[in-house]
Nanobody, 121 residues
Framework: VQLQASGGGSVQAGGSLRLSCGAS????????MGWFRQAPGKEREFVGS????????YYADSVKGRFTISRDNAKNTVYLQMNSLKPEDTAVYYC???????????????WGQGTLVTVSS
């Protein structure tokens, strides 16, 4: 599966953004989808993931309660709604896909290009 993320931009602290990740290829609904981010000078960090059906999600503690992942299998798209943004959320955000089971951060083998989110104080 090929992935393309979009929707990044600049926002003030407390604001919101929604990222999208479109997938091409077959059987999008067979993939667990995830979001990761990488801040300047830091390692890539898991943000969260969503199950094949969209009924289950899993989030990193740092974003729990502020970020929501959803998907529309009919549109081959996964979303990351980010609310109450903080300057420390500034990063390049990546979407990823895996076919292995489990919502944890391991096993993601297909990656999209990143989209930059900048949160100013």
């Amino acid at each position: 599966v090929q992935l393309q993320a979009s929707g990044g931009g600049s926002v003030q602290a407390g604001g919101s953004l929604r990222l999208s990740c479109g997938a091409s290829g077959r059987n999008f609904r067979n993939y667990i989808m995830g979001w990761f981010r990488q801040a300047p000078g830091k390692e890539r960090e898991f943000v969260g993931s969503i199950s094949w059906s969209g009924t289950s999600t899993y989030y990193a503690d740092s974003v729990k309660g502020r970020f929501t992942i959803s998907r529309d299998n009919a549109k081959n798209t996964v979303y990351l709604q980010m609310n109450s943004l903080k300057p420390e959320d500034t990063a390049v955000y990546y979407c990823a896909a895996k076919q292995s089971s489990g919502l944890g951060p391991q096993g993601f083998g297909s990656w999209g290009q990143g989209t930059l989110v900048t949160v100013s104080s």
